[in-house]
């Protein structure tokens, strides 16, 4: 469960019965929100695995992010070609 947690830019809580302080941090509104939006001009169709890398300058500051993200498949023809 901590490997599909870490790689979606999730949280994992382990080591504990009590479930209220993992609920509390779970249901936390973030203080600040930035998505980040990927262009797919020129980008290679193939589906492939792309890792990405978030870094921030700033002490103290909390980042959550995924790892990587797939490229597009290529696309089909109507025909399923």
Partial sequence: MA???DGTGGKFFHNSNDLEPGRQTLTA??????PLEL????VKQDGAYR??????DQNGSNLQARR?????S??????GK
Avoid: H, I, M, T
Avoid at 29 to 34: I, L, Q, R, S
Avoid at 51 to 56: E, S
Avoid at 68 to 72: I, V
């Fill in 39 to 42: 262009s797919l001009q020129n």
């Fill in 29 to 34: 509104v973030p203080e600040y929100v930035y």
């Fill in 74 to 79: 290529p696309s089909k023809s109507k025909d």
């Fill in 51 to 56: 890792p990405l890398k978030v870094r921030v």
């Fill in 68 to 72: 990587g993200c797939l490229r597009p």
């Fill in 3 to 5: 490997e599909p947690a």
